[in-house]
Each structure stands twice: as C-alpha cells, then as structure tokens.
C-alpha cells in the first residue's frame, strides 16, 4: 500500500498529525499495534486518574473542550474527547498493526514500513514519502535491574498495569518512584486498605494541580525565572518543610527542572497528608531484596508481599525504525533539543517526544502537518 504519510501510533500525537494532515488533504494512515487508538488511557492507565493539567492545556488542535467539560477531567472525559476528535476528522487508523521495521529505500526516496498484521498473521508493506513517529515516550515500562529482585518471592508489577489497590487490601506493598504515578498509587493503594511504603531517592517538588495551572497560564505572559520563584514559595507555604518525612525539594524551580530534565513536578493527589498522619511510608533507596526482605540505605529491613515500579517509562521507536539515525538517539528519544526535536533529516518526524505531555503534542502535530505542507509545494 502506498500512501504520502505513514504514522505509527494511534495516541493523542498520532491522532493529532492526522487531523492536521486531514484539513490539508494530505493522504495518510495510522498503523496502531493495539485494537483501539488511545491505548495508554483506555488499557495502560489506573482507574482514579484525572488529568494534571487544566482543560486549556489538554486539547488537540483546533478542536477545544466544550465548556461543561470540567478544568480537570477524569480520564474518561479525555477518552470522550478523543472518541469526538475522531469522528470529527474522520481518521480511521489500521488496528492489530504492529510495526517491526522501517527503513528509507535511497533509490525509491521512500520509507519502507512492515506491520505485522495481528488479525492475518501476515507482515505487509507499506511505502510512503513521509514517516512520522508516534510509539510515544511511554511506550515501555521502565524497570530498573535491583540487586536481587530476581530473588523476590512477592509479585512485581509496574505502574502501567495498575489499576486499583483492590486485591492488595491488608499488604504490605513497596512503591519504588515518587513520580506522579508513584505517589498517586501509594494514595490509592491506602485508600484501598494496603499498607505502602514510597521509595524516594532525589529530591522533587510536589505542587497541587492548581500551582502547576496557574504557573502555566502565568508562563505565557511573565519570565520563567519569576513564575518558578512564585510557585516555589506557594509550594513552602503551603506543603511547608516535608524533609523530616524524606522528601526535600530542589534548589532550582519546578519549570525548570520540567524543562531541563523532563522530570514532572508531583501533584499531591492527597498522598502528602496521608504521609503525615503515617498511613504512607517513605522509604530511602533499595540495596538488596531477598525473598520478601527489602533491605534500604538507612540500614532498616521491610518485608513486602508486591512491589509496584513507578519507575517511569521508555521509548521503545528504536526497536523497529532501523535507520534511527536520522532523528533519534539511542534511547529512542529525539536528537534535536526542543523547539527543534520534531523534525529529522530524511522526510521523518516524530509527534509526542517534547516532554512537554499534551500541550506539547499539540504543537509538534501542527509543526509536522505544516512542514510535510510545505515540502509537498516546493515539489509541484
Ligand atoms: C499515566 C499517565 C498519565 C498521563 N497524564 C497526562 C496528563 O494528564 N496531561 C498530559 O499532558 N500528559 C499526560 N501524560 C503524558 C503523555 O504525554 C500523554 O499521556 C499522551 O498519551 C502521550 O501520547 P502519545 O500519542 O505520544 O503516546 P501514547 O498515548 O503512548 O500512544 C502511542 C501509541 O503507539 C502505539 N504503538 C507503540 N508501538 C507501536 C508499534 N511498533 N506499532 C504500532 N503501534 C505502536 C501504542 O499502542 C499506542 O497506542 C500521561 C502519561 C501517563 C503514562
Ligand atoms: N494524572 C496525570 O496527569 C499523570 C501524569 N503522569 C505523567 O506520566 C509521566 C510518567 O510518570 P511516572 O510514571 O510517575 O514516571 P516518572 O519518570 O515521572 O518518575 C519516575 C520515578 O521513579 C524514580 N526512579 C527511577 N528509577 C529508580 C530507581 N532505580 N530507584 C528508585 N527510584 C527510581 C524516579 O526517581 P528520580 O527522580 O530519583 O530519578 C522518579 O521518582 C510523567 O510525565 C507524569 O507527569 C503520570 C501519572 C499521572
Ligand atoms: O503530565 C506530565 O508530566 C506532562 O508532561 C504535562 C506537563 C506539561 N508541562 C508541565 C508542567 C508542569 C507539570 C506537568 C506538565
């Protein structure tokens, strides 16, 4: 089959690059592994999420909320937009389309994708002129080789095949990371009667959802030194000094530390108070586990019957686009520093890879429409 753009990926960017190409008629299709686009909010993600980030921030484009839509929406409200975003720009994506391989053809000037077809069980090719990533930055979970762990005797999970504390009532279970995953399933967890204890390791700033919405709106107009210093004395004012509970905060602002490490700042979704009063453990780095037994760096020993990694997560792009090169570093993740990590050399981009969550998908599938646009006439 033979088509001017191949997306890999039917998420949030892959939806919205082939919106954009859409309104442009320029041909396209979407290969998605899964049997439904949106996989990471309908089948990788816990049952209590919401979105961090306001309304304002989480839109596609040139599609916005309606205005009953809630400032932060339950993550169902976000599979309704995404179901509207469809079927508004009619975008049909090829489903159980797993890709395995793309490699650009010098002689042809194209890119030669192979899909394995789930349903047929057969591998086919697809041609076309632009190729266009969008397996997204948390296509894999992250799980970190810990001495040990080959040795515990309890289950091990990660955090995108968490959906609720449920079946863990009454069990000790370890949470290693204190990201916004990390954190809003040890709240969960206790919620649901397990006992969690939180590995923290670095320090990390931990804001409410309404600092982070008005940090970004006060981005817009203000420098971003000066709205990092608001937020960092909203967040002491309100959290107050959380280090005798082993959470200490970076020297720099939670805006910088987002853009310069890709490292979100944590929304208390309520676990900090549950820290307080006891109900959540937070525990210093691991150095070994042995059968039940995790013992950390302050010398105390735990025993835990799961273990929950919300270690983060990894591109898994450089499995299957063999000529990586031309866009991408060996973790699957853009060469180009941002604003200029979307386009690549030989007629690829990638959608969705900013570190920036929906906002920056938004620009990246705007930017890629208009530069395909554009290469298209100054061929005509
Ligand atoms: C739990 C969680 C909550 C989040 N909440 C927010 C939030 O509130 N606000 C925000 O701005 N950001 C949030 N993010 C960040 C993230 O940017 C968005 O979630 C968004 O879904 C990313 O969209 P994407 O299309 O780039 O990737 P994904 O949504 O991961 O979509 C990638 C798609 O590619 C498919 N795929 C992968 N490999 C292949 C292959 N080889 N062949 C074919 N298809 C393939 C996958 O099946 C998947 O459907 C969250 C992330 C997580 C993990
Ligand atoms: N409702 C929402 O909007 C939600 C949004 N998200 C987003 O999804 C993305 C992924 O979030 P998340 O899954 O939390 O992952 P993150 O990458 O944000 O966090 C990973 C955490 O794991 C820790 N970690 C990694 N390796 C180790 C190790 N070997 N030992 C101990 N700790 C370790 C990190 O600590 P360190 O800092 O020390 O490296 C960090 O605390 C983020 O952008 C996040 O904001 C996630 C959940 C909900
Ligand atoms: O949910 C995430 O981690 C995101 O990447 C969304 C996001 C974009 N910009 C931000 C600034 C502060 C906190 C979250 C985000």
């Given at each position: 089959?033979?088509?001017?753009?191949?997306?890999?990926?039917?998420?949030?960017?892959?939806?919205?690059?082939?919106?954009?190409?859409?309104?442009?008629?320029?041909?396209?299709?979407?290969?998605?592994?899964?049997?439904?686009?949106?996989?990471?909010?309908?089948?990788?993600?816990?049952?209590?999420?919401?979105?961090?980030?306001?309304?304002?921030?989480?839109?596609?484009?040139?599609?916005?909320?309606?205005?009953?839509?809630?400032?932060?929406?339950?993550?169902?409200?976000?599979?309704?937009?995404?179901?509207?975003?469809?079927?508004?720009?009619?975008?049909?994506?090829?489903?159980?389309?797993?890709?395995?391989?793309?490699?650009?053809?010098?002689?042809?000037?194209?890119?030669v994708v192979q899909?394995?077809?789930?349903?047929?069980?057969?591998?086919?090719?697809?041609?076309?002129?632009?190729?266009?990533?969008?397996?997204?930055?948390?296509?894999?979970?992250?799980?970190p080789k810990l001495?040990?762990?080959?040795?515990?005797?309890?289950?091990?999970?990660?955090?995108?095949?968490?959906?609720?504390?449920?079946?863990?009532?009454?069990?000790?279970?370890?949470?290693?990371?204190?990201?916004?995953?990390?954190?809003?399933?040890?709240?969960?967890?206790?919620?649901?009667?397990?006992?969690?204890?939180?590995?923290?390791?670095?320090?990390?700033?931990?804001?409410?959802?309404?600092?982070?919405?008005?940090?970004?709106?006060?981005?817009?107009?203000?420098?971003?030194?000066?709205?990092?210093?608001?937020?960092?004395?909203?967040?002491?004012?309100?959290?107050?000094?959380?280090?005798?509970?082993?959470?200490?905060?970076?020297?720099?602002?939670?805006?910088?530390?987002?853009?310069?490490?890709?490292?979100?700042?944590?929304?208390?979704?309520?676990?900090?108070?549950?820290?307080?009063?006891?109900?959540?453990?937070?525990?210093?780095?691991?150095?070994?586990?042995?059968?039940?037994?995790?013992?950390?760096?302050?010398?105390?020993?735990?025993?835990?019957?799961?273990?929950?990694?919300?270690?983060?997560?990894?591109?898994?792009?450089?499995?299957?686009?063999?000529?990586?090169?031309?866009?991408?570093d060996d973790d699957?993740?853009?060469?180009?520093?941002?604003?200029?990590?979307?386009?690549?050399?030989?007629?690829?981009?990638?959608?969705?890879?900013?570190?920036?969550?929906?906002?920056?998908?938004?620009?990246?599938?705007?930017?890629?429409?208009?530069?395909?646009?554009?290469?298209?006439?100054?061929?005509?």
């Open positions: 089959m033979e088509v001017v753009v191949v997306i890999v990926g039917a998420g949030p960017s892959g939806l919205a690059t082939s919106a954009c190409l859409n309104q442009k008629s320029i041909s396209n299709i979407i290969l998605e592994k899964e049997d439904c686009y949106g996989s990471l909010w309908r089948k990788r993600s816990y049952d209590r999420l919401n979105l961090h980030l306001g309304k304002h921030f989480c839109q596609l484009p040139s599609l916005p909320h309606s205005s009953t839509t809630p400032t932060f929406m339950p993550k169902h409200a976000f599979i309704e937009y995404l179901d509207a975003y469809v079927s508004h720009y009619n975008i049909n994506p090829l489903y159980y389309r797993c890709v395995q391989s793309a490699l650009y053809d010098d002689t042809l000037r194209k890119w899909a394995k077809n789930g349903l047929a069980g057969e591998t086919e090719t697809y041609i076309s002129e632009f190729l266009v990533i969008a397996t997204g930055e948390n296509s894999e979970g992250y799980i001495p040990g762990l080959d040795r515990f005797s309890g289950e091990v999970i990660h955090s995108s095949e968490y959906k609720s504390g449920r079946k863990y009532q009454g069990m000790n279970v370890m949470v290693v990371g204190c990201g916004n995953s990390g954190m809003e399933i040890s709240y969960d967890l206790s919620n649901f009667g397990a006992f969690p204890s939180v590995v923290v390791r670095n320090p990390f700033h931990v804001l409410t959802k309404h600092m982070v919405y008005m940090g970004m709106f006060l981005s817009k107009y203000l420098p971003a030194t000066f709205v990092d210093h608001l937020i960092m004395l909203l967040e002491k004012l309100h959290f107050g000094d959380l280090s005798k509970y082993g959470i200490r905060r970076p020297t720099r602002g939670p805006f910088f530390v987002k853009n310069v490490t890709g490292r979100s700042p944590t929304i208390d979704v309520g676990t900090i108070s549950k820290i307080r009063k006891g109900e959540i453990k937070v525990v210093p780095n691991i150095v070994t586990i042995e059968g039940k037994t995790v013992a950390f760096e302050n010398g105390i020993h735990g025993q835990f019957d799961v273990i929950v990694f919300a270690t983060g997560y990894k591109s898994t792009a450089r499995y299957w686009l063999k000529d990586y090169q031309f866009i991408l699957g993740m853009p060469q180009n520093k941002w604003p200029n990590h979307w386009k690549g050399s030989t007629a690829i981009y990638c959608a969705g890879f900013s570190g920036k969550g929906l906002p920056g998908i938004a620009q990246d599938a705007v930017a890629i429409a208009n530069d395909i646009e554009k290469v298209l006439g100054n061929k005509e």
